[in-house]
């Protein structure tokens, strides 16, 4: 696990003050490459590719974690807005917030998540007893 004097200034400012990268700005926005996103701070495993999809809000967009026992919700009120806060669960990370906008056919739900929050295992690196049909 990286220690906070070790993260970046955004990472920092968004996994640890709750922050938002500029929307379109993140490196997994438009990215089509199958793996595993895991939390940049501590390597838990988050989200699959197999659960991303182009949202066209800025951020990058699934709909479910690959498992719930790796996240937290929290109500977030912050900005005259009721939100529900997705935190990494081993880290106290703050990843992004979910809401109930996805695609119908998905569950209906939309993990809005900054990239910065994220780093992804490709597919080619994940060892073959560890993969989930990518």
């Known amino acids: 696990m990286k220690k906070d004097n070790e993260l970046s200034e955004e990472l920092r400012k968004v996994a640890r003050k709750g922050g938002t990268e500029a929307p379109f700005s993140g490196k997994y926005v438009g990215s089509h490459e199958k793996g595993v996103y895991k939390c940049a701070i501590c390597d838990t495993e988050l989200f699959s590719s197999n659960t991303k999809f182009d949202s066209k809000t800025g951020w990058p967009s ?3 974690p690959t498992n719930l ?3 937290e919700f929290r109500t977030d009120s912050n900005h005259g807005m009721n939100r529900t806060e997705v935190v990494c669960k081993k880290c106290n990370a703050h990843l992004g917030h979910v809401f109930d906008d996805g695609p119908e056919e998905s569950g209906g739900k939309r993990y809005c998540i900054n990239s910065v929050c994220l780093e992804l295992e490709k597919k080619d690196q994940i060892p073959y007893c560890a993969r989930i049909d990518l």
Do not use: D, P
């Open 62 to 64: 699934f709909t479910e």
């Open 69 to 71: 026992e790796n996240i």
